[in-house]
Nanobody, 123 residues
């Protein structure tokens, strides 16, 4: 059974920073894609960032230059460092994993999901 557990969400003021973590267990994710998505109330789940364990990264235009995705292979953990946060970044953030070499931007590209962690940015 694959499990993804996010942590690190919380309340932060606009302009501040926050770091999210996603610990994967049940399988070794070497060479697989790990992604972050977010979903605000009443909106569809949207892509934030993704990376392969090899290091290739992609970002949504809305977060490029402000968010950084990284990973620790030894810990099977992927991180999302968020800075210069804006009110519009407020959402539940979800970690996702795909047992594929393809680096996708759609939720349907990913097979496994965490339970989500809430990020609230106050303006």
């Amino acid at each position: 059974q694959v499990q993804l557990v996010e942590s690190g969400g919380g309340l932060v003021q606009a302009g501040g920073s926050l770091s999210l973590s996603c610990a994967a267990s049940g399988r070794t994710f070497s060479n697989y894609a790990m992604g972050w998505f977010r979903q605000a109330p009443g909106k569809e789940r949207e892509f934030v960032a993704a990376m392969k364990w090899s290091g290739t990264r992609i970002y949504a235009d809305s977060v490029k230059g402000r968010f950084t995705i990284s990973r620790d292979n030894a810990k099977n953990t992927v991180y999302l460092q968020m800075s210069s946060l804006k009110a519009e970044d407020t959402a539940a953030y979800f970690c996702a994993a795909a047992m594929t070499l393809f680096l996708g931007r759609n939720p349907t590209d990913y097979e496994y999901w965490g339970q989500g962690t809430q990020v609230t940015v106050s303006s």
